[in-house]
């Protein structure tokens, strides 16, 4: 993680957003070492978020459709996308 010493955020490195002068960047291994550190989190790349809550919520969309019975029509078009089209 990257943080902003002036604006006091940390961001992803791959955040679209401006960044600060490299004399006022500080990095970090990771999410939870920049929070103790007093950083707010990005609101763009939301890195407090992490890969495994991206994961977790894909696992959770496709549960709900397969308790709303996704699985239980045989629709061809369905089939290529997994049903998870709106």
Not at 22 to 28: A, K, V
Not at 32 to 61: H, T
């Amino acid at each position: 993680m990257c943080s902003s010493n002036t604006i006091e955020i940390y961001c992803r490195p791959i955040c679209s957003a401006k960044t600060s002068r490299p004399s006022s960047c500080t990095f970090y291994t990771d999410a939870a070492a920049a929070k103790a550190a007093e950083f707010r989190p990005c609101l763009r790349c939301r890195p407090e978020l992490g890969l495994y809550a991206l994961k977790q919520n894909l696992a959770y969309a496709i549960w709900q459709r397969i308790t709303a019975g996704a699985l239980n029509h045989h629709d061809e078009a369905r089939k290529d996308t997994g049903g998870l089209e709106n």
